[in-house]
């Protein structure tokens, strides 16, 4: 097992890279980048925009900056370049690190993000790190909270619909389960927010935030009611959007194993439903279900989330996620994507791990070699 471990970890580092190459070529490709942004805001704004790119202040510093925006014949390579010194679009290139070619760029991203070091956002003004770990409490919360509603939803349905399957049970919960597939999580929440957060009908949960303004100087009661009171919503939608697949697996997990000839042989000797059933039964139709539940916290809390975060105004990893590709904040965008796949990779890891955890006869060494 140790073996199969340390080559699963050596196979991360050339996934990661893949990962990175991929997308940092699709985003070199996409237009728009923190270059054209800036050139755009100067144009927008001369005077401000120009104070801080080139570091001049006062009136007199605005004026000779207008000028030389006015003046300058542009440049073909950016979009938007027209009318501004090439001076001065090569001090914006350095300031963002595109004074270097893009193979540089990459090779220096590769080695920074090997020590873990993600840089600073563009418009931020605070290291990656630093807004992953103000963001994260957030997501987290969400992620825990609808993960955990999810299986606790999900299994005991599942297997009462595998438990009477054609039954009237079966028959009308499979409809919630079709709304639970047919209605996106995004979808769902904005028609919470019409119906409970002010919209067309009932304003009883609140809209925006996790908390509320005066949350520090409430008591402790009063923090943990007002946080639940802000959490419905977005956790509601998220777990509608989530638990239809999980019961199906279920049911269906549990249906094959009710169906094997060991269940018969525990009936014919005579136990009791309930001990062939969650004696026998569960622990086998279990495994793929539990076995999961890492990628699927994951699943939840790096992709599930941003439309909820977004929709609901809550300042966690999607939100940021959201803005920083709106804003081609590169440091943000590129460095969440390195933390959050590595993390995916290590869990999918962890998920196979537990497989042998759950059932010990199952031996990833021993079926490599097979």
């Known amino acids: 097992m140790l ?21 940092f070529i699709i985003v070199q490709a996409a237009p728009g980048g923190p270059v054209e942004q800036a050139l755009a805001k100067l144009k927008g704004d001369n005077t401000s925009a120009m104070a801080r790119f080139t570091g001049s202040e006062g009136s007199e510093a605005g004026g000779s900056s207008n000028q030389t925006v006015q003046s300058g014949s542009g440049s073909s390579k950016y979009r938007g370049s027209r009318g501004i010194e090439p001076e001065l679009i090569a001090e914006i290139e350095k300031q963002y690190g595109f004074d270097q070619p893009a193979h540089k760029r990459f090779l220096k991203m590769l080695v920074d ?10 418009y931020r ?19 825990l909270w609808t993960t955990l509603l999810v299986y606790l939803i999900s299994i005991p349905l599942g297997i009462k619909k595998a438990t009477r399957d054609g039954s009237a049970f079966d028959v009308w ?4 389960v079709i709304i639970g597939y047919a209605i996106p999580g995004f979808l769902f929440a904005i028609l919470l927010i019409v119906l ?6 009932l304003d009883i949960f609140p809209l925006r935030g996790l908390t509320s303004s005066n949350f520090e100087s409430m008591s402790w009661s009063e923090k943990v009611a007002d946080y639940f009171w802000h959490i419905t919503l977005p956790v509601i939608a998220m777990v509608v959007g989530g638990f239809a697949s999980l019961t199906m697996l279920t049911k269906n997990s549990f249906i094959e194993e009710i169906n094997k000839q ?4 525990a009936r014919a000797k005579g136990l009791t439903e309930n001990r062939v059933l969650y004696g026998h039964v569960f622990r086998n139709a279990m495994l793929i279900v539990v076995a999961g539940f890492p990628s699927a916290f994951v699943g939840v809390l790096f992709t599930g989330a941003l439309l909820i975060e977004v929709i609901f105004s809550l300042d966690g990893l999607g939100l940021m996620g959201f803005e920083a590709a709106l804003n081609r904040d590169y440091p943000v965008m590129f460095g969440t994507l390195y933390f ?5 990779l290590i869990m999918n890891l962890i998920g196979d791990l537990m497989y042998t955890v759950i059932d010990p006869r199952i031996d990833f060494e021993r079926r490599e070699f097979m």
């Open 3 to 23: 073996a199969y471990i340390f080559r699963r970890l050596l196979l991360i580092v050339p996934t990661l890279i893949g990962i990175m190459t991929i997308n």
């Open 113 to 122: 993000y090997s020590r873990f070091d993600f840089g600073t956002s563009f």
């Open 125 to 143: 003004d605070t290291s990656v790190i630093d807004l992953v770990k103000e963001k994260m409490p957030v997501s987290i919360s969400l992620g």
């Open 173 to 176: 919960s499979s409809s919630i």
């Open 196 to 201: 409970f957060a002010g919209g067309s009908f």
């Open 262 to 265: 060991y269940v018969l042989t």
């Open 340 to 344: 959050f796949t590595l993390l995916g």
